[in-house]
């Protein structure tokens, strides 16, 4: 017998799934980072696109909206051509610049997604 009581080796057992199930939710969250490396270009190209037609809407110049941002225009550019990725206190300032509400949604996955292959 390992010397284990019935008590330290469920303790140990819950320990052992515990260690399991976190591995694989670091397993999933890494293969969801990858998957989001991929489309990363393409979604920092929509928020530029977003910038852009609020910017051409409001009938500012990329100019116009710098100064209001306390930034520079070639920042401006950079951010709608979608080449990096925005900071949210720069999408912030750019929001208000532009007198526009700036929504963020976080919402959590269903967990059947996180269980692939069991």
Known sequence: MSGMTGESHSQAHRQRLTAQTLERM???????????????????????????????ARGMSQQELA????????????????????KLDT????????????LLEMRLRDRSDDIEGE
Request: glycine letters at 10%; one cysteine or more; charged letters at 35%.
């Open 26 to 56: 670091r397993e999933g969250i890494r293969k969801r980072a990858e998957a989001v490396g991929r489309d990363h270009e393409q979604r920092f190209s929509d928020v530029g696109r977003m910038v852009a037609h609020n910017r051409l």
């Open 67 to 86: 100064v209001l941002c306390g930034t520079t225009q070639s920042a401006i550019a950079r951010l709608e051509r979608g080449g990096r990725p925005p």
């Open 91 to 102: 999408l912030m300032r750019i929001a208000d610049a532009l007198d526009a509400e700036l």
